[in-house]
């Protein structure tokens, strides 16, 4: 008689899959991370049993696992009654009793489902070595834990012969456990990690976490990764995962979870097949934090493998490859990187520059510091562009295959080298090493645009593709460059509908309104951008001030001017803003005037002279050719 494997088991509208560790509401899977299905299973395996805070202790974290268990039961349970819609207060589905534990109080069905022979066989061995001791200290080694455990018995007779014939088939049961009608994955996106830790202050580890395996996915040319800026939003969302993949575009899907206690860091990550929404791969991996970058690494294989995506032998190399690295350094870093997320440019440097100084050959640090460099227009061109340099070149020679700083590099070359060549040669080393790399593809596409280039659509479509919820990438600016700018506006107003709080976004609504014509529209958006700017920025400033002298606010305009002026006395304010302004107000001039400088001071915005609408009214000057030909534009 076989053994009867795990339980379904039905209360109220839901079903619970104690095998694949699925919870169904009405048929629809509800998400729930590892941690929290598991407390769940433990209060279904004993329904109107008080389980006590100590079996839940036992069966969520092992005894070498050190975590602040009280914080992290908690927000478990939490978790199961945001799932389940319960109430603490009111309960339907789990009860608490006070300091001693929780009971499971709603009716419940349970359902065995027979077993084929083949397939229990191929468990047996598997199964039990999971649950050895060792089993997480293996790289490569799944541990997926059933919530149910039952000893198969065979004798070695029948086991055997059935398992040679298995072997012969190529049958691996632990990769594949079941037969897939779907095509195969190609498109993933690894939605961000959730932090068991119980501590929130963990989050930017836990952020670093989901960031590393995107980049060591996102380096593999057989697979289009999405971005970190999209699947960032949806940290903590209730939507199922057939609504994430249809907005993001794909057909796999990562999730999972960090939990870091010291100096240990453990993963349980798991991959998604959407079509099916059968779990192809699941595993945890656990560390000392010194040795992080293989643990990232093994999990990227780890999923690789599962897809049966090929590798070229480079790109196997890369993810081969890893650092051992301590623990206040790589801290240093995270922090460094979570704040240039956040955009808060002089305060990711701080870290970047701390944990170089911990470790001078650290090039991730160096070219995350060439990152923020180039995304900041605060510094003057000469020192932003130094100091950029510095760090990218850094950066390249300790390590040649960091795609960042390739990027970096190029826009260093690119917006204040004029150096249009080595640019370009930049530019497609970062992409030749991380294909999926949207900035690099959005910079390019830049790159491009600036030289006239049709080619350049493709690729900042490209970037929208790997980064669709990145309203850096979602202007629309290949609906203006073809005149189409009501589809441009609508766009970016769905832009807004997202965020509608973005400073860029709303500049970039006033600069379709202004290639339409539509100036006081173009004022409305515009004064949105600059009250929303941080400390006023001069760019905003500029392109508002233009606005005003195009709709015949010549007041306004020069109350603009007036504002540039005094904001030069406390920072750098580029020369091209007050051109911009001039040359809406008819003044040539003066509008040449300080071009004329801001090429002296080799300002970033001069390299879109060929496509900035400011500039129109001056393109059929002499002296613009002269302007063009000082920056080597075509």
Known sequence: MHPAPPERVRFGVFEADLRSRELFKQGRKVRLHQQAFQTLALLLEHPGELVTRDELHRR????????NFDLGLNSAVKKVRDALKDSADSPRYVETLPRRGYRFIAPVETETVSIPKREEAALSEAEMEEDSPSAVERPAQQTIRWTQRRPVRWGVAVAAPLLIALALQGFVWRRHPLASTAPPVRALAVLPLENLSGDPGQEYFVDGMTEALITNLAQISALKVISRTSVMGYKATRKSLREIAQELGVDGIVEGAVIRTGERVRIDARLVE????????????????????SLQSDVARAITDEIRVTLTPQEQMRLLRTASIDPETYELYLKGRYFLWKLSIPKCIEYFQAAIERRPDYALAFASMAEAYTMSGQWRPQEARAKANAAARAALRIDDTLAEAHDALAQVLYRYDWDWTGAKREFERALALNPNYALAHNNYGQYQHSLGWKTWVAEVKRAHELDPLNTWFGSGAWYLESGEYDAAIALLQKRLELDPNKQFTYSQLGGAYLKKGAYEDAVRALRRAVALSEGRAPAALGRLGYAY???????EAMKILAQLEQLSRQRYVPPYELAVIYAGLGEKDLAFSWLTEAVANHDRALVALKSNVELDGLRGDPRFAELKRAIGLP
């Open 60 to 67: 969520l974290w092992p005894s070498d696992t050190f975590v």
């Open 274 to 293: 959407v079509a099916t929404e059968r779990h192809l791969w699941a595993a945890t991996y656990e560390r000392n934090v010194v040795e992080v970058t």
């Open 549 to 555: 002298a195009m709709s015949g606010e010549r007041a």
